[in-house]
Structure formats: C-alpha cells, structure tokens
Nanobody, 117 residues
Framework: QVQLVESGGGLVQAGGSLRLSCAAS????????MGWYRQAPGKQRELVAA???????NYADSVKGRFTISRDNAKNTVYLQMNSLKPEDTAVYYC???????????WGQGTQVTVSS
C-alpha cells in the first residue's frame, strides 16, 4: 500500500507564491513518474506539471514560466513551486505518482489553493 500526503495549499494574494509538497510512503520500490493535477469547480481535472524518472518535465501552457516541479528521490517527495499566482490558478491540486515496474498509480487527497484578486 502507498500513501500520498500533500501539504502547502492555502490562500494567497495574486502575484504571491506557494510551494506544494507531496510525500509518498509505503511499499515503494521505484517511481516512474510524479506529477500535479488541478481541478477547478465545474471544470475537468488537468495536468499542471509532471516529472519522469529520467528528469524530464512537462508543464501546462498556462503555468509555464511561473511554476516549477521538482523532486527529492531520497524522500520520495515531489514539489510544485508556484510563483506569480493568478486567480485562475484557484483549484484543488492533486499529487499523482506512478510506480515503477508495476505502473500502479496513486492519488493524493488534494489540497486547496485559492488566489485572491
């Protein structure tokens, strides 16, 4: 069993910054990929950023230049540094992990990010 625990969400003014963290624990041999998704009210869940085992990253066009995804492999933790936040970034952010070998995937509980105008 694998658990993902998210932290770092909250309320911030437009132009401000937040850093989200997601720590994976449990029966982990290796991780294939880690990423962040978000879902705003009335909208579909969308990929925000992802990082694969080789280190390559992928970002949604709407966050390029403002958000940075990183990881600490020793701690099985992924981060999302969010700068220059906009009200349209308001959403519940979900951590996602794909394990190596089995390719089983797991989701975090979600953390609310609210950006005021």
């Amino acid at each position: 069993q694998v658990q993902l625990v998210e932290s770092g969400g909250g309320l911030v003014q437009a132009g401000g910054s937040l850093r989200l963290s997601c720590a994976a624990s449990g029966s982990i041999f290796s991780i294939n990929a880690m990423g962040w998704y978000r879902q705003a009210p009335g909208k579909q869940r969308e990929l925000v950023a992802a990082i694969i085992s080789g280190g390559s990253t992928n970002y949604a066009d709407s966050v390029k230049g403002r958000f940075t995804i990183s990881r600490d492999n020793a701690k099985n933790t992924v981060y999302l540094q969010m700068n220059s936040l906009k009200p349209e970034d308001t959403a519940v952010y979900y951590c996602h992990v794909i394990l190596g070998a089995t390719l089983y995937d797991y989701w975090g509980q979600g953390t609310q990010v609210t950006v005021s105008s």
